[in-house]
């Protein structure tokens, strides 16, 4: 089984995907086999999405683009679920995942196609017995779906004698995108047809340089989604002096203290109680942390006792490291001995792996799934679920800056590419339990980033970095994003 381990950045602790594959060797991936797909693959199917009977094509087509030179570069090969019959005008959801170059596994078995692993409640369930379902969740009733692969990933590569590295940055990543949404609209016909950009951890970065991309070339989106979303990162990066960081993490390790039982509940609901970790973490604790060393020692006091209430975690711990624990120590101080998963702490972390192992379906059934339900030959190689990028992070140019520490745009072209679209609107989703990309962050972009808020909504979902894992979540998750596409498309 091939290796995946898509980090935005170790440092950040901000993990675009796990798969509990990741854990073996390097030396045991296979090689990467040259793209063979030349002709689109179409199949016919009929399925039941949102309670409404949809009759569909789909198509794996592979779709040339250009690098940055101009040249062809890659030959993307996306995944369409179009619904027969309908208008021109019908929405288009292009849709991914992380990485940075990952493919859209996840999203595509777990929210997005019309099959899905589908995962129990009960999270000690070994992932061997998870079956492969029906995803009656899955908004193909409201738009069409179309899954972008980005270059060297799924079936997409880049071309003979073209250099991965070309693709290795924030731009240039972001061209495929727009180049691709542009290529399929001519190539089905559909240039009225309203397009969301749907983006996942890394993928929230990419819908956005993406956005501004095609605002600039005259093709204005209609809707950007951000799940487990990224853009402000640098904003809430753990670095020890950033107490923004602390306050805006406070929300999600209340929520995985309660969820642990690990909290003083005093009656609340959790709703209840999550409104009262981001009102006080936004209040004294914000205010605490500025004090800093010059805070009278029985105000700190006061505040580790707030924090124990809310985390489960001793007042003594919180003073020991000045009221700052970060979310990685959480994960290792709450059950002295064990740690809780990065991507979904309500999950333990076996010993000898990285991560939980509940995603652990998504790489073999992907594979399965495109021989044996889409139809794709043998002869396409292999479906590539390994990340170029991981081995080069250093080389990875983001923006005008080659570290992750600098001072991304992202924010900065989100407000631009809104205010110059009047009619854009914005979808912003989070895991409670999720320590990488939170919910207090995406509270803080919202609130800091001067987005036009009469067209920006967010939701909190339980579950973790890929909520659409809890059945009643992506139920839940579906129905909103149906929700946005139709109070979108009709203003």
Not at 106 to 131: E, Q, S, W, Y
Not at 159 to 169: M, N, V
Not at 176 to 194: D, G
Request: aromatic letters at 10%; a neutral charge.
């Amino acid at each position: 089984m091939t290796v995946i381990r898509y980090m935005i950045c170790a440092a950040l602790a901000s993990a675009a995907w796990p798969l509990a594959a990741q854990d073996a060797p390097r030396a045991e991936r296979p090689p990467l086999s040259p793209v063979s797909l030349a002709a689109p693959v179409v199949t016919k199917h009929k399925g039941v999405f949102g309670g409404k009977a949809v009759a569909y094509t789909a198509t794996v087509e592979p779709v040339v683009v250009d690098g940055m030179d101009g040249k062809p570069a890659a030959r993307l090969v996306a995944t369409s679920y179009i619904a027969d019959g309908m208008a021109a005008g019908r929405p288009v959801a292009f849709v991914f995942n992380g990485g940075p170059i990952a493919p859209t596994t996840p999203l595509h078995m777990g929210a997005f196609g019309p099959k899905r692993i589908a995962i129990p409640n009960d999270l000690a369930a070994d992932p061997a017995t998870f079956k492969v379902v029906d995803n009656g969740y899955a908004p193909l009733d409201a738009a069409d779906i179309v899954i972008f692969d980005p270059a060297n990933t799924g079936y997409s590569r880049t071309l003979p004698g073209i250099a991965p590295e070309s693709q290795f940055s924030n731009v240039a990543d972001g061209r495929q995108l727009a180049q691709l949404v542009q290529a399929w609209r001519r190539l089905h016909n559909r240039p009225t047809a309203p397009v969301f950009l749907i983006g996942e951890s890394y993928g929230t970065m990419r819908a956005v340089e993406a956005a501004d991309q095609l605002q600039k070339a005259g093709d204005p989106v209609a809707g950007i989604a951000l799940l487990g979303q990224a853009v402000n990162i640098i904003e809430y990066a753990q670095r020890p002096n950033n107490i923004i960081s602390y306050a805006v993490s406070l929300p999600t390790l209340a929520a995985i203290g309660w969820a642990h039982d690990k909290v003083e509940r005093k009656g609340r609901s959790f709703d209840a109680f999550i409104k009262d970790a981001r009102d006080y973490g936004a209040g004294e604790y914000l205010t605490v942390l500025f004090q800093g060393d010059r805070a009278p020692a029985e105000r700190k006091a006061a505040v580790a006792r707030r924090l124990q209430e809310f985390t489960g975690l001793p007042a003594e711990e919180f003073l020991r490291q000045r009221l700052k624990v970060a979310k990685t120590a959480y994960q290792r101080l709450l059950f002295p001995g064990k740690r809780l998963d990065t991507n979904d702490a309500r999950y333990f972390v076996p010993d000898g792996r990285n991560s939980a192992p509940y995603a652990s379906r998504y790489e073999p059934e992907a594979a399965r799934y495109f021989q044996d339900f889409l139809k794709v030959p043998a002869a396409a190689g292999v479906y590539a679920l390994d990340n170029p990028a991981e081995d080069h992070f250093a080389d990875w140019q983001w923006a005008e800056n080659k570290t992750p520490f600098g001072d991304w745009p992202y924010v900065g072209q989100l407000k631009r590419t809104m205010e110059a679209n009047p009619r854009l609107r914005l979808f912003v989703a989070n895991g409670y339990y999720d320590t990488q990309t939170t919910i207090g962050a995406m509270d803080y972009l919202v609130n800091q980033s001067g987005l036009p808020l009469d067209r920006v909504e967010t939701h909190d979902y339980h579950g973790g970095h890929m909520f659409y894992t809890v059945e009643d979540s992506l139920k839940t998750f579906a129905d909103d994003l149906r929700r946005f596409v139709a109070t979108t498309t009709a203003r």
